[in-house]
Nanobody, 122 residues
Framework: QVQLAESGGGLVQAGGSLRLSCAASGRTFGTYGMGWFRQVPGKEREFVAAISWSGTSTRYADSVKGRFTISREYAKNTVYLQMNSLKPEDTAVYYC???????????????WGQGTQVTVSS
């Protein structure tokens, strides 16, 4: 089975940038899509971005479009989320996840990381 490990979260001022990383380990066969979701207390998990196995297809939530970029580094089995122009409303726990194919629905993802906290201050 695949294990996912997020890193790169932290505290940043509004307008700043962070890059989240998600390293996948434990599987070498097959293709899959990877995505980023975020969640705040009392709210449902929200889709942020997704990328196909090839990296040629991406999806973004309207709230982050133009500010966030998802990418893959195949040699490291890692997906990244570059977050620019961060806003206080971006504050959340960010999770990476794996699906059989690219999807914007959390129901299609069957493997999840532990999450990493992103806090954006005014």
């Amino acid at each position: 089975q695949v294990q996912l490990a997020e890193s790169g979260g932290g505290l940043v001022q509004a307008g700043g940038s962070l890059r989240l990383s998600c390293a996948a380990s434990g599987r070498t066969f097959g293709t899959y899509g990877m995505g980023w979701f975020r969640q705040v207390p009392g709210k449902e998990r929200e889709f942020v971005a997704a990328i196909s196995w090839s990296g040629t297809s991406t999806r973004y939530a309207d709230s982050v479009k133009g500010r966030f970029t998802i990418s893959r580094e195949y040699a490291k089995n890692t997906v990244y989320l570059q977050m620019n122009s961060l806003k206080p409303e971006d504050t959340a726990v960010y999770y990476c996840a794996l699906a059989p194919y690219i999807s914007v629905s959390a129901r299609d993802y069957d493997t999840w990381g532990q999450g990493t906290q992103v806090t954006v201050s005014s």
